[in-house]
Nanobody, 124 residues
């Protein structure tokens, strides 16, 4: 299983970015795809998740209304659309996958089995 993130970069506050996570060797069926972020000196925290069975989406309060998670099942790719970015959104962003969830999604780091290498987002 390989998850590869892309799309990070540097933007000014109020700007937008779209992160992508291309999955190989992994089937989205019956799973949750999530995004986490980690700033220097801080713990990795959950940002958003989407269940492939129910298409339910979940967001941390800090990003609700600004971020949107989606999945392209043909391309086997997960996206995180980020709008109205703030300096506090600056972090390394990680894509993750959790198997065995039919309707909901977990939010703990330990519940996700597979991880990408991360992509840096810097907002100034």
């Amino acid at each position: 299983v390989q998850l590869v993130e892309s799309g990070g970069g540097s933007v000014q506050a109020g700007g937008s970015l779209r992160l992508s996570c291309a999955a190989s060797g992994y089937t989205f069926s019956g799973s949750c795809m999530g995004w986490f972020r980690q700033a220097p000196g801080k713990e990795r925290g959950w940002v958003a998740a989407m269940n492939s069975g129910s298409d339910n989406t979940y967001y941390a309060d800090s990003v609700k209304g600004r971020f949107s998670i989606s999945v392209d099942y043909v391309k086997n790719t997960v996206y995180l659309e980020m709008m109205n970015l703030k300096p506090e959104d600056t972090s390394m962003y990680y894509c993750a996958a959790a198997s065995g969830y039919r309707w909901t999604c977990p939010t703990r780091v330990t519940d996700f089995e597979y991880w990408g290498q991360g992509t840096q987002v810097t907002v100034s």
